[in-house]
């Protein structure tokens, strides 16, 4: 069973989400919260696998939160899931660099929903790809790619291409077939990485991507 915390400083959204988690197959919500403070409080006590966070609240927003979440040694294994709205939240990318696992716009229907808090529980690559990509393309401003980042030394060459390939959305099935590797190593690959780059989960490779030029955005 997938536990789900509930964050969103609106009691109608919370109640709503609550109902729709709830008769989920599989999920199951053990908490609510209406603020960030709040939030960070019942992600230890009760160690929820999915944290479902929106972004604007009142006091400690999503994005504190979250950062406070996923830098909790003790939370390593909580996974964030933001709320939001892709076209007007300018925040995402801050999210995304502060932990969170994926996001999800609050216009989504149930069933959508309820894969995502899967998807994010699985550690499986970003929500929404396309969408990921489009705030990307428009928040990160990625380096010189012609060099090597430092932050990508300690990367083999076949990392390397592993990590761009995150960065383009791919999922391990996907990187296995275009490396013709098996999707066992490829998974292997994609964990080095994050150890490497001390990335929380795919996530934070894709920000890695973009910001140290192996992907670019559209138009560059």
Do not use: W
Not at 131 to 158: F, Q
Not at 185 to 192: E, S, Y
């Amino acid at each position: 069973m997938t536990t789900v915390l509930v964050v969103d400083d609106q009691t109608l959204i919370r109640s709503a989400i609550r109902d729709l988690v709830d008769h989920a197959e599989g999920l199951t919500v053990v908490g609510e919260a209406g603020d960030g403070r709040r939030a960070v409080e019942l992600a230890r006590s009760l160690r929820p696998d999915v944290v479902l966070m929106d972004i604007r609240m009142p006091g400690t927003d999503g994005i504190a939160a979250t950062r406070e979440i996923c830098a909790d040694p003790d939370l390593a294994e909580v996974r964030v899931l933001v709320l939001t709205t892709f076209e007007e939240d300018a925040y995402i990318v801050g999210a995304l660099r502060a932990g969170a696992s994926g996001f999800l716009g609050k216009g989504a229907e149930p069933d959508e929903i309820a894969q995502a808090i899967r998807s994010v529980h699985r550690g499986d690559a970003l929500l929404s790809a396309a969408a990921t990509r489009s705030l990307i393309d428009r928040y990160v401003r990625p380096v010189d790619a012609d060099r090597t980042p430092p932050a990508l030394h300690d990367l083999t060459e076949r990392e390397r291409e592993v990590l761009t390939l995150v960065g383009a959305g791919r999922s391990n099935d996907e990187i296995a077939a275009d490396l013709v590797i098996s999707p066992h190593t490829a998974k292997t690959h994609v964990n080095r990485v994050m150890v490497k780059l001390h990335a929380h989960d795919r996530a934070q490779l894709v920000i890695a991507a973009y910001e140290n030029g192996l992907v670019r955005p559209r138009g560059a």
